[in-house]
């Protein structure tokens, strides 16, 4: 069924010929169509089951890699974008261009590109705390100062599934920490990220 048009419908009624939910599988070419899939599905009160989604594909897993693009360097325009369109709903691409050219047209000041954009202007007054600490205690504190178990609820289509990525996330930090001491090599942001990017941890939603 193209992009999901009638599956709910279509799985109630096999559920209703007897089916039962456990015997029913959705196949989709991605991992985000599952997604979009899987709340109508809930929606009409039938179980779903996701395993082995990857992590890089959530927008939990975008807001925070562009929340630590940040933290390594203040002046990431792309990155404030970023934050930006997946903590507003309602704003687009188009809006957001505008937005910078407009920006750039003002006067030069010490603010910068969406400092009032309520996630980075929280995560400003942290960053200096951040600094200072390991890749996996920034990973964890970014995301419990700025409540991002809460907005995993809000952007997710599948909310259990943001969670999980989120909690995934804080994992994999510790893994790549202790990697990065038995190799003897830094860690960095950026080397973080590269790494999430090289191993692609699953996680799940329901």
Same mark, same amino acid.
């Given at each position: 069924?193209?992009? /999901?048009? #009638? ?10 010929? #007897? *089916? !039962?939910?456990?015997?029913? %599988?959705?196949? %989709?070419?991605?991992?985000?169509? @599952?997604?979009?899939? &899987?709340?109508?599905? &809930? ?12 992590? =890089?594909?959530?927008? $939990?897993?975008? @807001?925070? =890699? ?5 933290? *390594? ?10 934050? &930006? ?22 006067? !030069? +000041? ?14 400003? @007054? ?7 600490? +390991?890749? +996996? $205690? ?13 907005? *995993? ?8 599934? /943001? ?7 804080? +994992?994999? &930090? ?16 950026? #080397?973080?990220? %590269? ?9 799940? /939603?329901?």
């Amino acid at each position: 069924v193209e992009k /999901g048009v #009638g599956i709910p419908h279509y799985v109630a009624q096999i559920i209703n010929d #007897g *089916a !039962k939910p456990n015997e029913i %599988a959705v196949i %989709a070419r991605t991992n985000s169509e @599952l997604n979009d899939i &899987a709340t109508p599905l &809930a929606n009409a009160g039938i179980p779903v089951n996701i395993d082995n989604l990857l992590v =890089t594909d959530s927008k $939990s897993y975008q @807001l925070l =890699t562009s929340l630590l693009h940040i933290v *390594a360097s203040k002046t990431d325009t792309l990155a404030r974008a970023q934050v &930006a369109i997946l903590s507003n709903e309602n704003i687009s691409t188009k809006e957001i261009i505008e937005t910078k050219l407009e920006f750039d047209s003002l006067p !030069k +000041s010490n603010k910068r590109f969406f400092d009032d954009e309520i996630l980075i202007s929280r995560l400003l @007054l942290l960053t200096e705390k951040l600094q200072q600490l +390991s890749i +996996s $205690s920034m990973v964890e504190q970014i995301v419990v100062e700025l409540n991002l178990f809460d907005w *995993a609820k809000r952007i997710e289509t599948n909310s259990e599934y /943001g969670q999980s990525c989120l909690k995934k996330i804080i +994992s994999v &930090a510790q893994t790549y920490e202790e990697n990065c001491v038995r190799l003897n090599i830094p860690t960095t942001i950026h #080397g973080f990220i %590269a790494y999430m990017e090289n191993t692609s941890p699953t996680a799940f /939603g329901n």
